[in-house]
């Protein structure tokens, strides 16, 4: 509804707002979960668990449906996400789709309504920013391991930026362009123009726009792009990331079922 708080972006991910027949033109393929029916969970969805900080185990701090439910913080975006990533008013950086700030919210607390300023350790998975793409809450199970919030598997997001990569590797750079901004300027953020186009630029692009969606190493690993990356954005692991990181080791009991055919395993990796 227009009167509540969101934007276009946010809309996407609120609970009873992923189906195209609830009105989300841009889901393509949505797994359905349900709470308390039979089928309608495989194993829990755990994204909200991992994507949600663990703010509830910080004193004055309780389980809310207005912090995305109880997660405990698996996942945590980058310093390159949080501070370098977006530019200008790109909605998909707004307050509704990015939480950068807590408020005590314990009535029992003597800091009930202030804002919540984080021990340093704290700062590794308790307060930190999160995508608010998962939060999920269920008044009967506010504590529970899972989510039942239904799974956005694909949508339409994603094809452009399909798109403008196959565009680019074909030299149609003001055509990448087109597809390009078409998310941005949905997502009201500057346009870019064919000196913009680059695979590099592009997989920005799939952060700013599918960051808690997508596998993230998988992309990078297909586009051969991995170990750059992680040199160039990641300060924790760019001194220890060797070329053979592009590729995962092969299970060793895949070696050993297989009668047929030696399998070599990875380079880089104990044989």
Do not use: C
Not at 168 to 173: E, G, M, P, R
């Amino acid at each position: 509804k227009r009167t509540l708080p969101g934007d276009a972006f946010s809309d996407m991910f609120i609970v009873g707002n992923q189906r195209r027949r609830q009105g989300n033109t841009e889901a393509i393929w949505v797994q359905e979960m349900e709470y308390n029916i039979p089928g309608g969970s495989s194993s829990l969805d755990q994204h909200r668990r991992v994507w949600v900080p663990y703010y509830s185990n910080v004193a004055g701090m309780i389980v809310a449906d207005s912090l995305g439910g109880r997660g405990i913080g698996r996942i945590r975006l980058s310093s390159w996400v949080i501070k370098g990533l977006y530019k200008g008013n790109d909605m998909r950086n707004s307050v509704y789709n990015i939480k950068r700030d807590f408020y005590y919210n314990d009535p029992k607390n003597a800091k009930f309504g202030q804002k919540v300023i984080p021990l340093a350790a704290d700062t590794l998975y308790k307060i930190v920013p999160f995508t608010t793409k998962w939060n999920h809450y269920l008044d009967a199970d506010p504590t529970g391991n899972g989510a039942y919030k239904d799974l956005m598997m694909m949508r339409l997001g994603e094809t452009y930026l399909l798109l403008a990569e196959a565009q680019f590797k074909q030299a149609k750079l003001t055509e990448a362009a087109i597809s390009v901004n078409v998310l941005r300027t949905r997502a009201n953020a500057a346009q870019v123009t064919i000196s913009d186009i680059s695979l590099d630029f592009i997989l920005d692009e799939r952060v700013r726009e599918l960051i808690g969606e997508e596998n993230r190493r998988m992309t990078l690993a297909r586009t051969g792009t991995l170990i750059d990356r992680v040199k160039k954005l990641n300060f924790i692991q760019n001194a220890t990331v060797q070329p053979f990181h592009q590729l995962l080791p092969i299970p060793q009991s895949e070696i050993d079922l297989n009668k047929d055919a030696v399998i070599t395993q990875n380079p880089g990796y104990i044989r």
